[in-house]
């Protein structure tokens, strides 16, 4: 307040002046003491830099232990109106719906933390300061000068039961938050030295144990917990310790505490406690692993370009290495020089412990002299690999604008039958590879328990032993058990064995210094082949040693399985060299002789067939007849309505976004149209098809009624001729014939339909379509450089009778992928030839080919999957491609089956539909190119809707848009805006982010809506793709729009789907 200081006391003011004086002195001391004594002025920079650097990472760590508090204090707030919009900072009962909030327990222990708290400083005074002091002699003076855990308790943000796994155990997976006020103030008043801890964070995943199952009380005989990784951790520490928050030291001292937390709970160290007697802990403390995951990391594509020229103008490549983590198994590939899409051809074997919870984790660097640039990561749910057995498919690296990589993941069982061991080596001996460890054929596990009547050390001493285990090149430890001869050692070790009628087990046991033997042991594993289970369980008499020395383990040998009835889910490797043929090489193919992905061969194996999405061809067709219309509205009346005139009917058809317009007839209310247009469908749940007449006139067209029909009514009925009646108008109807056509792969019926649309005529000049055709473009290999040497950035253009559509443009790569699907519709397959066009960036051509489908039409079900030679371009070039053909049984081709000119006279007088290109089902491609007067459609966009029963919200997610109209000759800067109807006051309006020129942006922006499931069915999106203009700007500002009913969607199952854009019209 003011004045504070003038009615202040002389003699405070004088201490204050003193203590800002003697500040001042301090600072400058150090440099007058440089200065006295010589030193060079680096030293005072140094620790200049020092300090700041530690009163930098001071202040953060204190940020984020304050925002980390306010979190958790507020994470309802967080998760509901400020939601973030990245998963990561969501707790996990909102990212995964299987995880359930406990708030009850967190009450329990907020109302218990108090109580928690006095048992630790009890704990912590009378316990473990009396053992410190008597641990050392320098720290005689050591005690507790405050213990406070403060009030912000530990925090179960989530618990996950899995129940379904073992019916003896309950496993739950506990996600604990910890960012609390916790002060420790410890002091050494020998040595005048104060340190503590204000301040921790701590969060990660434990996994709990509730096994076995017993039929008395307490019903559970143990409770084992570990962390399946290691959990995060920062500590804010005082006193002395400050000098750990120094940069450099700071993430030393929290990975040396974090390594001794590993130790003992994270994987494969486990905490048991055990609740009843005479239970074998050790089995629940060191179980045997659950399996072996082998690794192969074959190969990557499009990775970022890091090592660039002239400050980023000019594109460089990339020195890749890739490094791959399992818990606490890491292993680092070789690097390859300067390419984009290295091939590595390596194989790892790790150790799975816990599935569900472990995962594969692999990142990518490019290698550099100073610091590895990052160039993407990928995890992989190991128990995804267990449930199939094999995983061969790519993967896009996270993080990173481009990349994708290549793993083949196989799942080894572990077998306790020697039967199948010969085989198991034979395979492994066609199995190779860059790593210099072979394929293992077993797994061995040796539980070593403890230690009796250890020799004693000189002068009767007792030792301190500790054991070495060595198989071959490889040697574990154990921990050292100090002053005992009859050591408790209770550890567990693993190792993978290459041959076991060829390797031994060599046991040392040692004095703590490692220079006095206390025995040996060595057990060749040709014992272990010989018993019932491979499992040797007993005490071994040490050589070496005294008479009565001995040591008891556990002995377990697996025999590493992988079934030969298995493929891989996703086989998708690279394409091959020069000189490969097509179709040959597959991966399930040489499984055998070549092993898994083909790793004996100097060139990268090809897949025999391509790997499309599920949802790929199961498109279907309606066919709609406009045959004509009764007793219309007469709208073009004279003399103010006193003389009644005619109308001058059209029809406009509306589905799927795709507008179809009829021609006008003049002066007629009772029309006949007689037209044809078909149409491709996907079949969304809700989807309708609208028809509006009007009445053309100069200024503005007359309203002469409407009426909606359901696709699902349609495709249940498959067939229907019938009269419809106009709705909001006085009177008017009428006809149409609409089919869902089947589809099917007989050639005997593609001649009764061809037969049959040779016969019919329409107005609109319409030939009925005998066929739809589905082209799956998925990749190509070994294309052609450019004309300055650099790679191509690879585009496709698919066209069959004058529709074309074009894939996306791929970085720069000789072998790119798409994974794009087509479809057209085909008059006359016999007749009628599709062509694929390669170029860089719609320019250079990079090769072609041209496929008459009459090679289709030779195919096993009338589907080719094959490489394909590509024309004009390099003899190893191909491209990889499925296409199906499928054709459309109408039912009004059956009664016309015979020969032409056989039909009856009683049809001669009847009409049927005819096809017209410009009315095809073909516009929501991206990159298409059609020529239609009548094309009313924008582009598509990407949504994800459906609704959360466990967050009781409505979700809404803008993945992307594709074949946006552009606006100008630089295309457009397109952002999505939507709201949910009815919404007087617009709180559900919400955007995307602007994406700059671009015709095909990725949004990938999630918005939530607190509805209940009633109230979300009740609502309509009315969605806007716009174009970011300014005020002065003349380029329109709408690109496309679309509404959708909610209440035509299933929101608890949700639905992930492109939906057409509907155009402006003027």
């Known amino acids: 307040m003011p004045g504070a200081d ?21 600072a400058l001391l150090p440099v007058y003491l440089a200065g006295y004594y010589g030193f060079s002025i680096s030293l005072v920079l140094l620790g200049l830099m020092l300090y700041i650097g530690w009163k930098h990472g001071r202040i953060e760590k204190v940020m984020r232990l304050k925002s980390a508090m306010y979190l958790l204090e507020n994470e309802r707030e967080f998760t ?18 299987d995880v359930e909030k406990t708030e009850w327990l967190n009450k329990i222990l907020q109302q218990a933390w108090p109580f928690i708290g006095q048992y630790l400083e009890k704990l912590l005074v009378e316990t473990i300061a009396p053992a410190i002091r008597t641990s050392s002699i320098h720290l005689q003076t050591l005690s507790f000068t405050k213990v406070n855990i403060g009030d912000k308790a530990l925090k179960v943000v989530g618990v996950k039961a899995h129940t379904e796994h073992d019916k003896k155990q309950v496993m739950l997976d506990l996600y604990l938050s910890y960012a609390g006020d916790v002060e420790i103030n410890v002091e050494i008043k020998k040595y005048f030295c104060k340190a503590g801890v204000k301040g921790v964070q701590l969060h990660g995943k434990l996994r709990v144990i509730l096994e076995p199952l017993i039929g008395d009380v307490p019903l559970v005989g143990a409770i084992t917990m570990f962390f399946i990784r290691r959990p995060k951790l920062d500590i804010n520490w005082t006193g002395l310790t400050n000098l750990l928050d120094i940069p450099g030291l700071n993430s030393m001292s929290d990975t040396m505490i974090m390594d001794a937390i590993a130790s003992h709970l994270v994987l494969p160290n486990r905490l048991t406690i055990p609740l009843v007697a005479n239970l074998h802990v050790a089995q629940l403390r060191s179980p045997l692993p659950r399996g072996v995951v082998r690794i192969h990391l074959l190969e990557a594509e499009d990775l970022t370009a890091k090592d660039t020229v002239i400050k980023g103008l000019i594109d460089g490549k990339s020195d890749p290495y890739a490094v791959i983590r399992v818990g606490t198994q890491i292993f680092t590939s070789h690097h390859v020089d300067s390419n984009l899409n290295p091939q590595w ?39 995804i690999v267990r449930k199939a057995r094999i995983v061969d498919d790519w993967f896009n690296l996270k993080d990173v604008p481009s990349g994708s990589i290549h793993l083949r ?29 072979a ?76 220079s006095v033997p206390l025995g040996s042991l060595t057990i060749p594993l040709n014992r ?90 199961t498109e279907g067709v309606l066919r709609i007849h406009l045959v004509e219309a009764q007793n219309l509205i007469a709208k073009d009346n004279f003399m103010g309505g006193m003389v009644k005139g005619k109308s001058d009917p059209y029809v406009k058809i509306k589905v799927a976004g795709i507008t179809f317009r009829s021609h006008t007839i003049k002066e007629n209310l009772n029309p006949i149209w007689n037209e044809l247009y078909e149409v491709i469908l996907t079949q969304l749940h809700g989807q309708e098809i609208q028809f509006e007449l009007f009445d053309k006139d100069i200024d503005q067209d007359d309203f002469l009624g409407r009426f909606k029909l359901s696709l699902r009514d349609i495709i249940n009925g498959q067939f229907i001729d019938s009269w419809y009646t106009l709705n909001d108008v006085k009177s008017g109807r009428v006809h149409l014939v609409l089919e869902w056509l089947p589809r099917v792969s007989d050639l005997i019926r593609l001649e009764q339909v061809l037969q049959y649309q040779s016969q019919q005529s329409y107005q609109n000049k319409a030939v009925p379509s005998a066929a739809v055709l589905f082209v799956y473009v998925e990749r190509a290999h070994g294309l052609p450089l450019k004309k300055n040497g650099k790679e191509p950035k690879a585009g496709a253009e698919v066209a069959l009778k004058g529709v074309s559509f074009k894939t996306k443009i791929c ?10 699907p087509f479809h057209f519709l085909v008059r006359d397959p016999t007749d009628e030839t599709l062509t694929v066009k390669l170029s860089h960036s719609w320019g250079q051509a990079l090769g072609s080919l041209t496929l008459p489908l009459k090679e289709v039409l030779s195919e096993p079900g009338l589907v080719l999957d094959r490489w394909l030679s590509l024309d004009g371009a390099l003899p190893e070039s191909q491209i990889l491609l499925r296409i199906t053909l499928k054709v459309l049984d109408t039912q009004l081709a059956v009664c016309r089956s015979g020969p032409v000119g056989a039909a009856n006279d009683a049809d001669e007088g ?12 073909l516009r929501h491609r991206s990159g298409f190119t059609m020529a239609s007067e009548n094309a009313n459609t924008a582009g598509q966009v990407k949504l994800t809707i459906g609704y959360s029963t466990e967050e009781n919200r409505l979700f809404i997610t803008v993945h992307s848009c594709r074949a946006l109209a552009p606006r100008s000759k630089d295309g457009a800067d397109p952002y999505v805006s939507f709201i949910l109807l009815p919404d007087k006051k617009a709180t559900t309006k919400r955007r995307t982010t602007t994406k700059r020129k671009d015709l095909n942006p990725e949004f990938n922006e999630r918005f939530d809506f607190d509805f209940s499931l009633e109230e979300s069915t009740q609502r309509k999106l009315y969605l806007s793709v716009k174009n970011s203009v300014s005020f002065m700007s003349r380029e329109k500002e709408l690109i496309g729009k679309l509404q959708l009913d909610l209440d035509q969607i299933d929101l608890k199952a949700g639905v992930a789907q492109w939906f057409d854009l509907v155009a402006e019209t003027n």
């Open 528 to 617: 272990l082949l010989e018993t019932s289970d491979l499992t040797m369980d007993q005490w071994f008499q040490l050589e070496n040693s005294g008479t009565a020395s001995r040591i008891y383990a556990k002995i377990v040998l697996r025999i590493l399985w992988l079934s030969d009835d298995v493929t891989p889910t996703t086989p998708s490797p690279r394409p091959p060299g020069s000189g490969s043929e097509a179709g040959q090489g597959g991966i399930t193919s040489d499984l055998n002789s070549a092993g898994p992905g083909g790793l004996n061969k100097p060139q990268p194996t090809q897949p025999q067939h391509t790997t499309p999405d599920p949802e790929f061809a």
């Open 910 to 921: 009847k009409v049927f539909p005819k096809w017209d290109p410009s009315h095809l089902d």
């Open 80 to 97: 509901t109106q400020k939601v973030f919009r990245a998963k990561r900072d969501l707790p996990p009962w909102v990212n995964f719906p």
């Open 6 to 26: 003038a009615e202040a006391p002389p003699a405070e003011r004088a201490v204050g002046a003193l203590w800002s004086f003697g500040k001042c002195l301090g």
């Open 439 to 514: 394929p293992s054929a077993a797994i061995l596990a040796i539980y070593l328990d403890q230690g009796y009547e250890l020799p004693m050390r000189k002068g009767s001493k007792l030792p301190s032993p500790m054991a070495q285990i060595s198989i071959q090149d490889t040697t574990k430890e154990s921990k050292t058990c100090y002053g005992s001869n009859s050591p408790v050692w209770e550890e567990a070790f693993t190792f993978f064995i290459q041959d076991p009628h060829k390797q031994d087990i060599d046991i040392q046991v040692k004095d703590d210094d490692r």
């Open 345 to 383: 051809r390596e194989m790892y074997e790790v150790i799975v412990h816990e599935v569900p919870g472990q995962e594969l984790e692999v990142e990518v660097f490019d290698k550099d002299p100073d610091q590895d640039d990052f160039l993407g990561r990928v995890k992989v749910d190991l128990d």
């Open 811 to 820: 970085e720069r790569s000789t072998s790119p992928r798409w994974d794009e």
């Open 409 to 437: 993941l196989e799942w080894l069982s572990l077998l306790s039958s020697a039967d199948r061991l010969s085989e198991v080596i034979q395979k492994n001996q066609n199995l190779t590879t860059k790593t210099s460890d």
